[in-house]
């Protein structure tokens, strides 16, 4: 499935930059933003945000599942994902860019 025309990238991009992402030992979190960095791609329109998150779960899910990535990274991802998502939801955007940081550092 192509998840974004402009850049060309499609869900298994998405999942082999994550099967890379994930398994470095400074692990960033798998945000659009970082996989399309990974990639050596940019967002251009954005209009493929929405699914590239959608799809960055789906997979995160999906490669847990099969084994290709410790549970326990899979967990700390998805929480540290909810976590920004709140944050932003709230409006916080200094907190988010703080809590994104410590987490990476």
Do not use: H, W
């Not at 290709?68 to 907190?95: H, N, Q, V």
């Amino acid at each position: 499935m192509i998840v974004c025309s402009c850049s060309r990238i499609s869900d298994f991009d998405i999942e082999l930059a994550l099967l890379d992402l994930l398994n470095q030992p400074e692990a960033p979190i798998p945000t659009p933003g970082a996989v399309y960095r990974y990639l050596e791609k940019r967002m251009n329109c954005c209009g493929c945000a929405p699914v590239a998150v959608e799809v960055i779960y789906a997979k995160l899910e999906d490669l847990e599942r099969r084994g290709l990535i410790c549970p326990y990274r899979s967990l700390s991802t998805r929480e540290r994902l909810k976590k920004l998502s709140l944050m932003k939801g709230r409006g916080d955007a200094s907190r988010v860019l703080v809590t994104a940081d410590d987490e990476t550092a």
